[in-house]
């Protein structure tokens, strides 16, 4: 099949949020041929685009000027995106309209931030890529934003809940990342077929060396500029860890990731807390860790730091939402520890560092988990079969 794929962000480097859409190319490269159009901000470079090549038949990106903006910048855009397209939406729409008349294509895969392009497809198939349900993301954060940030949160909450339902009205075929997400927009996907195509890891990449945890070491990796990960650290830091800190002195506490706001960079010099900054490489923060925190309070879709952490055979600690997005549609749970408030999660990781000296071996069945059920070659079967059913009228 040819396969017309959009997205919102470069699927390259693999740091970036867009690393779904690059493993299930690479997995669809197999079987078909792909045509990727990408927004893509000011990083790209010619390299990235190279590393797609291999995987497909061709690549337009078009380049962004509204990613990294300030806030009212952002808050802004939005509003003027209520009554006009993105300028940069508007040049993949023209480029869609374009190869549609060059060349026949036989499905359409989408996500959200794409939808305007798609208009010029008329009635060629559409696969829409829900990823996660980011209404439902937007509308958990309120309970915790700063005042200054809510009309913007407001803003933002309207103009994502009506896009998710007008892509699912028009999908032949709505993808989630995870049962959770399915769940939480299943009301607005009345009529739609629904598959779910979580995100996987790249097993033979995380992979520890060690067969020996670390000593007293707490560990969180992330995009520490992305307003999730930036509570989740606050909270970890602040709350948290003082209280772990009682019981075992001498514990640490490491915040890996790239971005951190100058909150986060503030709140970690308190003793015992290291916020690293972006660092070239995760796995031996990982390598290290005795235990891996992840006390998200607002999110959507599958945890990939969590995924990671969890390949590379560390115990986890997380709060109910990170662990119910690893819920399996069989109903299997994750093999993790769920703390629902900042005392447990102080007791939870206690009992992990102190539990350290009679057990200091990886935890393999955490491991075990992700290699049967997120493994990129499983899910980009998965979008496969949907593909053909989609393509060969089976779902229109």
Sequence with gaps: ????????????????????????????????????????????????????????????????????????????????????????????????????????????????????????????????DMCDATSARIRRSIRYANPARLPWLLLEYARMRRTEQVLMARAAH??????????????????????IVPNGVDLSFWRRSSRVRGHNTIVF??????????????????????????????????????????QLVKAGRQPGVIVTGPVDDVRPYLEQATVFAAPLRFGAGVQNKVLEAMAMEVPVVASPLAADGLRTEDGQQPPLQIAADRQQFAEQIIQKLAGHTGDPVPDRAVRRFVETNFVWSRSGARLGQVIDRVANGVEQ
Excluded at 180 to 188: F, G, H, I, M, P
Excluded at 224 to 239: F, G, K, R, V
């Design 1 to 128: 099949m040819h396969v017309l794929y959009l997205t919102n962000g470069f699927p390259y480097p693999l740091t970036s949020g867009y690393l779904r859409h690059y493993f299930l190319i690479k997995e669809l490269a197999e079987r078909h041929a792909i045509t990727l159009l990408s927004v893509a901000g000011p990083g790209l470079t010619d390299e990235h685009v190279a590393a797609l090549r291999p995987f497909t038949r061709r690549v337009l990106a078009f380049a962004s000027g509204s990613k990294g903006r300030s806030l009212p910048r952002k808050v802004i855009n939005r509003m003027q995106s209520l009554v006009q397209m993105d300028e940069t939406v508007g040049q993949m729409r023209q480029a869609t309209e374009k190869l549609m008349q060059e060349e026949p294509f036989d499905v359409v895969i989408s996500g959200k931030r794409t939808l305007p392009a798609i208009i010029p497809l008329g009635n060629l198939p559409l696969i829409a």
């Design 174 to 195: 709505s993808l989630f990342i995870s049962c959770r997400d399915r769940e939480d927009l299943l009301a607005d996907a009345a009529g739609t077929q629904t598959t």
């Design 221 to 262: 990796t992330g995009v520490m500029s992305y307003w999730p990960n930036t509570d989740a650290a606050l909270y970890l830091i602040e709350e948290v860890f003082p209280l772990v800190r009682r019981s075992i002195p001498g514990a640490q506490l490491f915040i890996v990731g790239r971005d951190p706001t100058p």
